[in-house]
């Protein structure tokens, strides 16, 4: 395959330099413009992050302007996939979110779909194509600065599977069981158990794919130190929103480590969108890119 004197790569938003490769605005009318300024090879990457439903339209346009440019095999790298977490309807009238943006994706026909530490199996059963990237490497980070005595904790029946995968990853790290009842009228959080005994000594590291409004977290805290543990840590794929970092340091947890997978979050320890797409697939021409 040859790829010379042409773009295999695209990042959306653009970045840096990379933006000279696009130009993108919005009309006053609301619409999203999109312009491909760097001729595509025929494989090309896209590499998305999830910044709101208007950069869904972006992904769209941009996808097109590529097809017309040429561009046969399109692979999309999307870490955060929106509406993952609406993959059931919990009350009557709403949308089943995940599958209306999977219909979406699905009908630009990518060649291959990565997403980082999906909230389900739903996501990657409804999307043709799709591939996983764990949470692997961002728990090996947290871990390196953690030491010794750190149990998993995973936070409701959702994570288990996960967490249990994981724990055999890491060599067979004990975890510890929680369970939450969520009212899904208004999503508050109704009940928390934690299924272990005492944890004295012990650093609970609660695993999960993403923290929302934090309340699932803000709970578990509470009944983790009712178990006497010396320290909480929580580690999360994706993050919504940065106020509510503030919300779990008060709550007791005594770090967070997550990822910019969404939201840009000031802090030297998380695993940056960079480090996600350098665990993703490259594509074969990227070493030739101009
Ligand atoms: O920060 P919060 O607002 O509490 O939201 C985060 C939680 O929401 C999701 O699970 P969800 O409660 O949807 O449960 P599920 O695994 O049964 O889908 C996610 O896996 C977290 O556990």
């Not at 395959?1 to 919005?26: E, H, I, T, W």
Request: aromatic residues 6%; charged residues 20%; proline residues 3%.
């Amino acid at each position: 395959m040859s790829c010379n004197n042409v773009r295999s790569s695209y990042d959306l938003p653009a970045q840096g330099a990379a933006s000279d490769a696009l130009k993108l605005f919005q009309f006053g009318s609301g619409e999203q413009h999109v312009q491909v300024l760097q001729q595509s090879a025929a494989r090309v990457q896209i590499r998305y992050r999830y910044t709101g439903d208007a950069s869904i339209m972006q992904l769209l346009l941009l996808t097109d302007a590529l097809k017309r440019q040429g561009a046969s095999e399109i692979d999309l790298l999307i870490p955060y996939f929106p509406g993952a977490r609406q993959d059931r309807v919990c009350n009557d009238g709403e949308a089943l979110s995940v599958k209306v943006y999977a219909d979406l994706i699905n009908q630009q026909r990518y060649r291959q779909v990565t997403l980082f530490d999906p909230h389900s199996d739903v996501v990657v059963a409804l999307l043709d194509r799709a591939q996983v990237v764990k949470n692997y490497a961002l728990i090996e980070r947290v871990l390196s600065q953690l030491g010794n005595d750190v149990v998993l904790v995973s936070p409701d029946a959702g994570a288990n599977k996960k967490v249990f995968a994981l724990a055999t990853h890491l060599g067979g790290l004990p975890v510890i069981r929680a369970d939450k009842i969520r009212d899904v009228r208004n999503g508050a959080i109704v009940d928390t158990e934690v299924f272990c005994g005492d944890l004295s000594g012990k650093t609970a590291l609660i695993v999960d794919d993403i923290c929302a409004g934090g309340r699932t977290f803000i709970e578990l805290a509470k009944k983790l130190k009712q178990k006497n543990c010396a320290r909480i840590v929580l580690a999360v794929s994706h993050f919504e929103g940065t106020a509510n970092l503030q919300l779990l340091a008060n709550s007791g947890i005594d770090a967070v480590y997550t990822t910019n997978s969404i939201n840009d979050l000031s802090s030297d320890d998380f695993l940056t969108i960079q480090d996600i797409w350098s665990l993703m697939p490259t594509n074969p021409c990227e070493g030739e890119q101009k």
